[in-house]
């Protein structure tokens, strides 16, 4: 089997990727989506990439990061309507990057999420606030890696940080924050229908993030039932085969707060010792071969 890669910037998780598919017999290739283009014709659509046409892959893995999502995804898009397996289809990866959208898609499929709030400019922040109440966790909505993201403890501290935000025209959510949570999170590692894999991470010293990249520490945690369930539901929520889902523990359940599509490998493989990336293989190798070219997807 053939298998691409799509990334920005090859690492651990490409590198993992491409052992493990190596290492089963199967052809890989890195392909640096921001240097594709494709090439539109009637009934035959095309993506190329260094002057070559990528017409004879069967599976694409992508690792869509923000930044380029609109580009990497239309990229995606049109392996899709090349009949090429992947294992995050554009529209998932679209729905997942955009945290408004993805938030009420997993409100409506009655998952559990923080309370949320979503506004554009108003002269009601009081009102705003007062709703929601405070201490409260205030993101952007691009927010990535724990980035973008406030915790604002006073009314007067939300107030200042909304107003920064509308001076800027930002977008931006209003969330609910979870004391209880006490600066930890989970990241649940979904692979088909089954997790995988799944950590805990906690924040540094006082730090309300828990994300690794703001040096937090992680350890391997056992799952409840109800959080498997949780995770399981909210990857297929969005549509996603290989995805990391995120939940907070609270008094009423787990709560996710993000669905990441492009989930990275290196600390769970590490902490946990999982073969996390032989699994993705896995299950490429058990579906790709079923729809390979069965039919072309429209947009």
Known sequence: ???????????????????????RGHEV?????????????????????????????DAVIPRILPGMTPYGAAIVR?????????????????RSRDKLRSIQLLSKSGIGI????????????????????????????????????????????AKS??????????????????EEAAGSDIRALVVGNQVVASIKRQSLDDDFRSNLHQGGSASIIK???????????????????????????????????EVNSAPGLEGIETITGRNVAGKVVEYIEKNAKRTHKKDRVGA
């Open 29 to 57: 290739k890195t392909i640096k989506y921001p240097e594709c283009y494709v090439d539109i014709k009637q009934n035959h659509p095309e993506v190329l990439y260094r002057g070559e046409r990528l017409s004879d892959l």
């Open 223 to 257: 799952l409840t039932d109800d959080e498997k369930r949780t995770a399981l539901k909210a990857a297929k929520t969005m549509g996603l085969q290989f995805c990391g889902v995120d939940m907070i523990r609270s008094n009423r359940g787990p709560l996710v707060l």
């Open 78 to 94: 049109q392996f899709e309507m090349m009949g090429v397996y992947t294992t995050a289809r554009s529209i998932a990866i679209s």
């Open 161 to 178: 940080v909304i107003q920064a935000f509308y001076v800027n025209d930002t977008s931006f959510l209003l969330q609910e924050y979870i």
């Open 114 to 157: 923080p309370k949320t709030i979503f506004s554009r400019e108003t002269d009601a922040v009081d009102d705003l606030i007062d709703h929601l109440g405070v201490p409260m966790i205030i993101k952007l909505a691009s927010s990535m890696q724990g980035n973008g993201v406030v915790l604002a403890e006073t009314k007067k501290a």
């Open 1 to 23: 089997m053939k298998i691409g890669i799509l990334t920005r910037q090859p690492g651990y998780t490409v590198r993992r990727l491409r052992e493990e598919a190596r290492k």
